[in-house]
C-alpha cells in the first residue's frame, strides 16, 4: 500500500487528523521537501508526533520511485508532499507506476497552496486562466513564457497565479517583480502593471501586499516562500477585496 499524503501549505500542524493516524499505522514514511519551502524543521517535530523516523527523499529519487515502490511491495508505506499531494507536481507518474505493479495507493488531501491562495485573495476561483512558474534567469537561460501565458489570460479577462522558482532557494518576491519588468522590457510591453504578493501563506509570518510593481518595490513584501496573483477583469467585490491589501 502507498499512500500519498498533502502536508499542506506550513507545517505539520496544517495535517488532518486522517493523515496523522495514517502516519502512525505505516511501516515506513518518506517525505520530499523540493516542491516547496516548508518552515524549519517540520520533519523533527513530525517524528515526535508520529513515533516514526521520516526519511527525506530528493527529486531524482521520488521521480525515480525505485526505492518507495520496492518498499510498498509488501508494507504500508507513505510519502508524504508539501500542500495537495498532486497540485503543481509531477508525482501522479509514481501513483500510475505503483498501480501498474498492482500496489494499491490512497490519497491523503490537503491544504494546497492554489486554493488557499485563492481564497485569501478574495478574487473568484471560476475568473482564473492558467497558472505558470516565474523561473530563475541565468546567463544562457531567460524564458519569457511567464509573460505570454498571464497576457493569454489578461486579455480573455482571467487572473493568474504565478509561482516563484525554487534553486536550493526560494526566489525572493521583489526578485520576482524586477524579473516581471525585465521580461516586459525584453517583450516590448507595459501590459502587467498591477500584482498581489503573497508570503508565507498560512504563517504567522504572512503578508499580502497589493499595488503597481514600482510601488510594491519600494514596500515590504514579507519573507519568501511567495506567489504572485496578476489581476484579469475585476469584478468590483473583487476590487474591494484588493484594496484591504494596497
Known amino acids: 500500500m502507498l499512500f500519498f499524503i498533502g502536508l499542506g501549505i506550513w507545517d505539520e500542524k496544517d495535517l488532518s487528523i486522517k ?15 523540493y516542491t516547496s519551502e516548508l518552515r524549519p524543521n517540520v520533519f523533527k517535530r513530525l517524528e515526535k508526533i508520529i513515533q516514526k ?9 521520488v521521480e525515480d520511485g525505485k526505492i518507495i515502490l520496492a518498499k510498498a511491495k509488501n508494507k504500508k508505506v507513505a510519502l508524504i508532499t508539501p500542500g ?9 507518474s509514481l501513483k500510475l507506476d505503483a498501480e501498474k505493479q498492482k500496489i494499491k495507493t490512497k490519497i491523503l488531501h490537503a491544504q494546497s497552496i492554489y486554493t488557499s491562495a485563492i481564497s485569501e485573495s478574495g478574487l473568484q476561483l ?5 497558472p505558470c512558474s516565474l523561473s530563475f534567469w541565468s546567463e544562457h537561460y531567460k524564458p519569457t513564457s511567464t509573460l505570454e501565458v498571464i497576457l493569454e489570460n489578461m486579455r480573455s479577462g482571467l487572473h493568474t497565479i504565478v509561482f516563484l522558482d525554487i534553486k536550493e532557494r526560494c526566489m525572493e518576491p521583489k526578485e520576482a517583480l524586477e524579473l516581471l ?3 516586459q522590457k525584453a517583450k516590448n510591453t507595459k501590459e502587467i502593471d498591477n500584482v498581489l ?3 508565507r501563506l498560512g504563517s ?6 497589493y499595488g503597481n510593481i514600482k510601488t510594491l518595490l ?4 514579507g519573507k519568501p516562500p511567495s506567489l504572485l496573483i496578476i489581476p484579469g477583469k475585476l469584478h468590483f467585490m473583487e476590487e474591494e477585496a484588493l484594496r484591504q491589501f494596497q
Not at 493523515?19 to 521537501?33: P, Y
Not at 523516523?53 to 529519487?61: P, Y
Open 53 to 61: 523516523k521520516i526519511t527525506i527523499l530528493g527529486r531524482e529519487q
Open 126 to 130: 471560476y475568473k482564473f486562466g492558467r
Open 181 to 183: 519588468l525585465e521580461i
Open 197 to 199: 504578493v503573497i508570503s
Open 204 to 209: 504567522d509570518e504572512q503578508t499580502i501586499r
Open 84 to 92: 495537495d499531494p498532486f497540485i503543481a507536481s509531477t508525482h501522479i
Open 218 to 221: 519600494i514596500n515590504d513584501l
Open 19 to 33: 493523515a496523522l493516524e495514517t502516519l502512525k499505522g505505516c511501516n515506513i514514511v518518506f517525505a520530499e521537501t
